[in-house]
């Protein structure tokens, strides 16, 4: 098996945004709502059949070509928790608008109402911002939030009261930023952003007036307002926590010769992610590769695949052991959850 390199994945979508993701891979620009590129997806659009799941090269989904050889693609270790699901989504994300404030549910809450193993813990790293200095983005409520408020608010949509509750952060690019299933969070205009999630279309719209004509019949997943409203977390949180969610550059060990970590060992149970340079040595893993600057290859065994910066890239297990090399290149290595690690419910 070899890496294989992917083409743009890029269902439309409420919200507009594309332009930086088509400026970030050196194509032309699609039409401008199609903000979200699903890189290495087995997941497709909720309610919307295979809309957002990869194609290969040689046209098979990549469900397909994953079930077929399970253990090729995952490894053991992986193919004995997960089964031949990939456990994970990885999206390039261009904010075109402000984002509706909206949540995603835990696992507790996803098997409980919506039968699966999956909810959707995210994660972001910071690509670009409005003029490459501050971008902003919205992080949990400020200040405790009543069930009964939160329904208010949503019923009447109201969003400045939404906003306004919301605790404003600034990030720059290389920023990366842990979105715990639950929390309400919203991203500004002109941030791009690589995101890690799990892999599921689940959202909750607390906010959708707008934004998704059809919100206020599918933003709650369509389990109904009362039930849905049950996932967000209404706890007030602290600019420290808030904090604690984001790790600059500075904060991000190196974990080998030319390779650092980028997210916290809290996101192990459901993602993680890499900052490769030349000379990385990457071990035998599923991972999707998103080239974030420069050019060079990825060696494995005797084989060499070309890359270059705005490249996305699919590695299976199966093609073991890898390298990387080039003056001034540099890779996010995103992999799925690491094995043995649990989240709690």
């Known amino acids: 098996m070899r890496p294989i390199i992917l083409p743009a994945n890029q269902p439309r979508h409420f919200y507009r945004g594309g332009a930086a993701i088509a400026r970030f891979r050196g194509e032309p620009p699609a039409d401008d709502h199609r903000p979200e590129d699903w890189v290495g997806s087995v997941t497709g659009r909720f309610g919307a059949g295979p809309v ?15 079930a077929a050889d399970p253990q090729g693609w ?120 690589v995101e890690l999630q799990e892999p599921t279309d689940f959202s909750v719209l607390l906010e959708w007036e707008g934004f998704a004509p059809a919100g206020d019949e599918t933003g709650h997943l369509r389990l109904g307002w009362d039930t849905a409203l049950e996932c967000v977390d209404r706890r007030a949180w602290s600019s420290d926590q808030v904090a604690g969610l984001i790790r600059t550059r500075a904060d991000m060990p190196e974990t080998a010769p030319g390779v650092r970590r980028v997210l916290p060992e809290s996101a192990d149970p459901f993602f993680r992610a890499e900052l490769a340079g030349p000379g990385a040595e990457l071990s035998a893993g599923f991972a999707v590769l998103v080239v974030l600057r420069g050019a060079g290859e990825l060696r494995h065994g005797t084989q060499r695949v070309e890359l270059r910066a705005g490249q996305t890239v699919l590695v299976p297990y199966g093609a073991g052991d890898t390298t990387l090399h080039g003056s001034d290149l540099e890779v996010l290595r995103c992999l799925p959850p690491a094995p043995g690690a649990e989240s709690t419910p």
């Open 52 to 66: 957002g799941v990869s194609v290969l090269p040689d046209g098979r989904p990549l469900p397909e070509a994953i």
């Open 74 to 193: 995952l490894g053991p270790a992986h193919v004995a928790r997960w089964g031949d699901s990939t456990a994970f989504l990885v999206k390039l994300l261009d904010a075109g608008q402000r984002l509706p404030v909206h949540c995603h549910p835990t696992r507790a809450f996803a098997r409980e109402h919506l039968g699966c193993a999956f909810g959707k813990t995210e994660a972001w790293l910071v690509l670009d911002t409005p003029g490459h200095g501050d971008g902003l983005v919205r992080l949990g409520f400020r200040e405790e939030v009543s069930a009964e408020r939160l329904r208010v608010w949503s019923a009447t949509q109201d969003r400045a009261a939404m906003i306004e509750a919301t605790r404003p952060v600034r990030v720059r690019p290389g920023d990366a930023v842990l979105i715990p299933a639950g929390l309400p969070h919203a991203i500004d205009a002109g941030v791009f952003v």
